[in-house]
Structure formats: structure tokens, C-alpha cells
């Protein structure tokens, strides 16, 4: 349970020499900058800063622009395990420095980007108003009259359009007026009727006709017929989505240099955050002073490091001071650290405090193989997992999580190899049955909460231990643990065998209750206050109903475990059920079995690890833990699209 000691440190240096230490301490990412106070902070700079930051996110939105058209146009297919991890762009350091080195390429391909997404749109645009004009067109493609002739002459009037219902309406009130007319049907088009009507002007015709729902339309013709037009439309249609094409080309050309693309978008949002940092500097006009944390194993590093620039400046490390807030780092052993995340999640340990992560592993690895119970189930976790962890280039917070999930699932492999459960199967006799013994699996899960919880005490002391309160230690968290366990062998005396101890435990419980009650009036002057204190014990006494509510909590690991070996054991029932009907009765055992077993051991990974959790917040950290400590963010290189596989030297 390690959280790692820091050093304060001051560096001194020449304002012209700033930009060259912040880029170190910025390779070097070992130092956290302590903001200076408002008001110390110079206004000297505002301006030459927000300029630098104007144009780096001008350069991060213009980056950012062409890797979005690329994603657009040419969109990169993850594989199997790139779906769910998600696609990295892993690199050499020195293929990231030839990438930097091609600036003038990038203006260049990023120019030619822009431009061929521009000229995409615009043809694209196009090609929607002619397939819009090809739809509009379709309806009057049997009409061979040429665009000239649509007025008609002297004494005839053309007059096209559209109708809905029967042509005999229109006829027939035509025929009533005893007005000489004749039509073209061109076709029927959503539910209306195309046509063309030749009428003798000087009548009312056109006035029943529309009367009658007559709609006159002129198609957008230039010149010529409505076919030659289609066909000129349909030829430029044609064109365009050749050039389309020919221009998709270009982008998906552009589109393979994506490395760099990403590679010089990492670059801007490293150089913006170095420039920044130029807000938690202290600046006079030639000299700048810096304050930080850095891990105190870490100090020598970072000033040899700055002695090695050659640069003059002055760099003083001390130890924090009493009342000082640090930021926390914390540090364990390779098995450990994954599980740091589940602290991480909930909260960093203040520096008064102790880091959590060890006490936490053992409980949440069994906690997590009770919860899910199956060595089948573990072991394909594990696999996922390692898989994950070898295959992927993953930030340390994403390994963090599949090594702790690797090792939750080994842990469902040492409970389901002890209780005999592999995918609900049970090849051999184990210790007991989830299924059919679910007491002892109950006492099992209450068991394994009331240590937890023990230890979650035990752990209080030693924080009281260790800064010098033993007393405390020894009146909280020592006659407290007495108490419990007094109730506990009261309760369970008879079912050891323990009766003529049974009054004596009860004496021990009743004298530390008395002592818990005592406890409290520690510290307070006078009989009166002492007094007024007695309440607070009692309703402290009181706790042990909330100490064994959250043991009872952990018979959630129970139902766990439990309804996922039934449901295990349903799916294999109807797995041996099909296998046994003629032909495909094999074929649909194995879908049964395969689906079945898969979404079984998906809702319950997801529960074990919500429900293990949950007992670590909620309980275990209840006994000791507050957390509310800063994380330690040391300035350095964010990797958002570009991962290296091998570092420069630092």
C-alpha cells in the first residue's frame, strides 16, 4: 500500500530559455507545475501567448479537419479486437521525427485535401439538381412535341399538365361546353395522369379544365424534346459520377498518409500544452521561476537531466511541509497495479492516508470468482484478456483494467476448479455446489465480507498506529474489533460446542461495549462533558447493526454465483435435449451451447464486476478510506492517435 513520496522543486532560468526547459520537462514528463497564485501571476506575456495558442489551434482545427475528411472518405476497417479496444497508430520514435520532418508536405497534401473536398462537394451538388431534374423529367418522356412547339400557334393552344381520378370528367365537361379538343396521354407517375391537351384558343377550355383539377405544368426543358434532354442529363449524370469517383481517388490517395496526419495532430496538442505551462510560471522581465512536484526517487533524474541541457538556471528540491497538499502518485508491485484502477475509480487516497490497492486485490479477485463462479467462463476472460493485453497498444489506465480483469478471471477459475464448474459442467467432485449446496456458498460469501471487513479495521489502527495514536488505535478500532467479535461468539457458541464458554464471551462482550462507551468521553473536560458524552458511545455500540448490514451485503456474491450456475445448468439442459433429435439436432447444440454460455457469462462478468466494486466503495472502504486526494499530472507527451513502441531516451 504505497503512495509514493514527492519532493517540491524550484527551478530558476533566463526567460529566453524557458520554451527549451518546459519542452524537457515535458519529454522528460516527471514534473506536475504548481499554478503560482493570482496574484503573482505576470500579465507581461498575456499577449505573445494567446498569439502562440491562436496559431497552434488553428493548425490543431486545420489537422483535424483533413483527418476527419479522411475518415469520411476512406474509413479505416478495425479488425475483430480493434472493434472493441479501439484503432491505434503505433510508431517508431524515429519514424514519428520523419513524419515532423515533412511539414511542407503536409501544407501541401492538406491544401490538395481541402481543395478536392471542395470540388466533391460542389460536383456532388450537382449531381443531386440533375438527378432532380431527371425525376422531375421522367413523367413527360413520352412527349416527342420540341420545346418550341409547347406555345402552340395562332389558333391551337398546348397545354400540359397533370390530373388525379378519371380522364372522362375532363372529356366530358369538355364535350358539354361542345369545345373541339384533342390529348396525349404520356403516362401515369405517383398516382397522377401525364398528358398533353391541343384545345382551340379563344374558348373557356383551360377554365374547366382546371376547375375540373386540371393542373397545367411545363417541364424545365431548354431546347428540343424531353428525351434529348434526358439524354444530355443522363450523360452529364454519367460524367459527374465518374469524376466523383476520380476525386473520391485523390482524397483516398491523401487519405494512406493518415500516420502523419495523426502524427503532426499529436504535435500541436503537445507544443499547446507546453505553451500552457507558460501560465504557471512566474516571469520577471529576464529571469522566470518555476514551482512543482516530482517523485522524490525521481529528483536526481530531472536535474541531471536539466544540468545536461547546459542551459544556466538554479534547481532546488525540499521535502513537502507539514500543512503543504501534495499530489498523489501511487506504486505496487506488478500484480497489484491493475488493480489500482478500482481505486482510481472511486477516488485517490489523501496523503494522510494509505493506498488501498493491496488490501483491495485479494478481497475483489475472490470476490469477482465467486460472483461469477465458472472456470470456464474465468478462463475465456483471462484469455480475452491477455489477448488484449498483447495484441493491443493500450494507455496504461486500459491495461490497468484488462490486467485486473485477466486476474478477476483467473480468480473465477480457482473458484470454479474448487466448487467443479466448468461451463455449468461438473466433470469431477469438487468441495461443494453453488447449485446444490447454496448455504455453504451463503456462508462462504458472509465469511469472506466479515474478514474484509476485519481488515478494513485493521487497517484503521495501523494508519492510528503509524502517526503516533496507539491509544486511538487501541480504544476505536481495538476494543471496537473485541466488541464484534464478542457478538459473533455469543451468536455462535452453541454451534461450536462452546456453551460453557458461553458466559464468559458474554462478560468479554459487555466489557467492551463498556469500554466503546468509555472511549468516547476521552478527551473531554469536566464530569458534565464527560457525561453528555455517554450518548455518542452508545449510538456508537449501535454501529455493529450497520457493521453486520454490510457483511450481510456480501450475500450478493451469493446470488451471484448462484444464478449464473442455474442458468448455466438450463443451457446445458437444452444443449442435451437437441442433441439427441435426428439430423441438425447437433447443430442446434452447438448454437444452444455457444450462444447461450456467451451471453451468459457476458451479464454475469458484468455483474461480478459491478457488484465487487460495489463492495469495495461501499463496505471495505468504509471501515478506513475516504479517499480525496489530487492525482499526480505531470506535464508530458499525450499520446491521443500516435502510440510509440520505442522511446527516445530520456
Not at 447449485?435 to 494508519?463: C, D, H, K, R
Not at 503509524?466 to 466488541?483: M, Y
Amino acid at each position: 500500500m504505497a503512495i509514493v513520496p514527492m519532493k517540491h522543486m524550484e527551478l530558476y532560468g533566463l526567460v529566453r530559455h524557458r520554451s527549451s526547459f518546459l519542452s524537457e520537462l515535458q519529454r522528460l514528463g516527471l514534473v506536475e507545475l504548481v499554478a503560482p497564485a493570482e496574484e503573482e501571476i505576470s500579465s507581461e506575456p498575456g499577449e505573445e501567448l494567446r498569439n502562440q495558442l491562436d496559431q497552434i489551434e488553428n493548425r490543431l482545427a486545420e489537422v483535424n479537419r483533413v483527418l476527419a475528411i479522411c475518415e469520411r472518405f476512406a474509413p479505416r476497417k478495425p479488425n475483430f479486437i480493434e472493434q472493441f479496444a479501439g484503432m491505434k497508430t503505433v510508431l517508431t520514435w524515429e519514424e514519428q521525427q520523419n513524419y515532423l520532418a515533412e511539414r511542407e508536405k503536409l501544407e501541401e497534401l492538406s491544401s490538395e485535401l481541402f481543395k478536392s473536398e471542395n470540388e466533391y462537394a460542389r460536383m456532388e451538388q450537382e449531381k443531386v439538381q440533375v438527378e432532380r431534374e431527371i425525376s422531375q423529367l421522367r413523367p413527360w418522356i413520352r412527349l416527342d412535341l420540341p420545346r418550341h412547339e409547347w406555345k402552340g400557334s395562332t389558333n391551337i393552344q398546348v397545354l400540359l399538365g397533370s390530373i388525379e381520378g378519371s380522364l372522362s370528367v375532363f372529356t366530358e365537361a369538355l364535350a358539354q361546353e361542345e369545345i373541339t379538343y384533342s390529348y396525349q396521354e404520356l403516362g401515369a407517375y405517383e398516382s397522377r395522369l401525364y398528358l398533353v391537351f391541343f384545345l382551340l384558343r379563344k374558348t373557356r377550355a383551360e377554365e374547366i379544365l382546371k376547375n375540373k383539377g386540371f393542373v397545367p405544368t411545363v417541364p424545365e426543358v431548354p431546347t428540343g424534346t424531353v428525351q434529348e434532354y434526358l439524354d444530355f442529363l443522363v450523360k452529364k449524370k454519367t460524367e459527374l459520377t465518374e469524376k466523383l469517383e476520380a476525386v473520391k481517388n485523390t482524397i483516398k490517395r491523401i487519405a494512406e498518409q493518415h500516420q502523419m496526419f495523426e502524427t503532426f495532430y499529436d504535435y500541436w496538442h503537445n507544443l499547446k500544452l507546453q505553451v500552457e505551462a507558460n501560465r504557471q510560471l512566474l516571469m520577471s522581465k529576464d529571469v522566470f521561476a518555476l514551482e512543482g512536484w516530482v517523485e522524490a526517487e525521481k529528483a536526481d533524474r530531472v536535474k541531471k537531466v536539466l544540468e545536461a541541457m547546459g542551459l544556466p538556471h538554479y534547481v532546488l528540491f525540499r521535502a513537502p511541509e507539514p500543512d503543504e497538499k501534495i499530489p498523489i502518485a501511487m506504486k505496487n508491485s506488478t500484480i497489484i497495479t491493475p488493480f489500482e484502477t478500482l481505486v482510481e475509480s472511486f477516488s485517490y487516497p489523501r496523503q494522510d492516508e494509505v493506498d488501498p490497492s493491496s488490501a483491495i486485490a485479494p478481497f475483489f479477485f475472490l470476490c469477482f470468482g465467486i460472483a461469477l463462479g465458472d472456470a470456464g467462463y474465468g478462463m475465456l476472460l483471462a484469455l480475452i484478456c491477455s489477448v488484449l493485453l498483447w495484441k493491443m497498444t493500450m494507455k496504461p489506465n486500459g491495461r490497468k483494467m484488462a490486467g485486473m480483469l485477466l486476474a478477476s478471471g483467473l480468480g473465477a477459475v480457482f473458484v470454479g476448479l474448487l466448487t467443479s464448474s466448468i461451463f455449468s459442467f461438473s466433470p469431477y467432485k469438487g468441495i461443494f455446489s453453488f447449485v446444490e449446496s447454496p448455504q455453504i456458498l451463503l456462508i462462504v460469501s458472509l465469511g469472506l465480507g466479515l474478514v474484509q471487513l476485519y481488515v478494513g479495521t485493521l487497517i484503521s489502527a495501523w494508519m492510528n498506529i503509524r502517526d503516533g495514536r496507539v491509544v486511538d488505535a487501541i480504544w476505536k478500532q481495538g476494543f471496537w474489533l473485541l466488541f464484534l467479535t464478542g457478538i459473533l461468539l455469543t451468536v455462535g457458541a452453541p454451534q461450536l460446542g462452546w456453551e460453557q464458554y458461553a458466559l464468559h464471551i458474554k462478560y468479554g462482550t459487555v466489557i467492551a461495549a463498556a469500554l466503546l462507551i468509555i472511549g468516547n468521553t476521552r478527551g473531554k473536560k469536566g464530569l458534565l462533558s464527560k457525561l453528555m458524552a455517554i450518548p455518542g458511545g452508545i449510538l456508537n455500540i449501535y454501529g455493529s447493526v450497520g457493521f453486520f448490514s454490510d457483511v450481510l451485503s456480501y450475500s450478493r456474491l451469493m446470488a451471484l454465483g448462484l444464478s449464473g450456475g442455474v442458468m448455466g445448468s438450463i443451457i446445458n439442459m437444452f444443449v442435451r435435449m437437441t442433441w439427441g433429435v435426428p439430423v441438425i439436432g447437433w447443430l442446434f447444440s452447438i448454437l444452444i451451447f455457444l450462444f447461450g454460455h456467451a451471453l451468459n457469462m457476458g451479464l454475469n462478468v458484468l455483474g461480478a464486476y459491478v457488484h465487487s466494486s460495489r463492495l469495495q466503495y461501499l463496505e471495505f472502504f468504509n471501515t478506513f478510506f475516504e479517499g480525496g486526494g489530487k492525482p499526480f499530472t505531470p506535464l508530458k507527451i499525450e499520446n491521443i492517435n500516435i502510440f510509440l513502441k520505442k522511446e527516445r531516451e530520456v
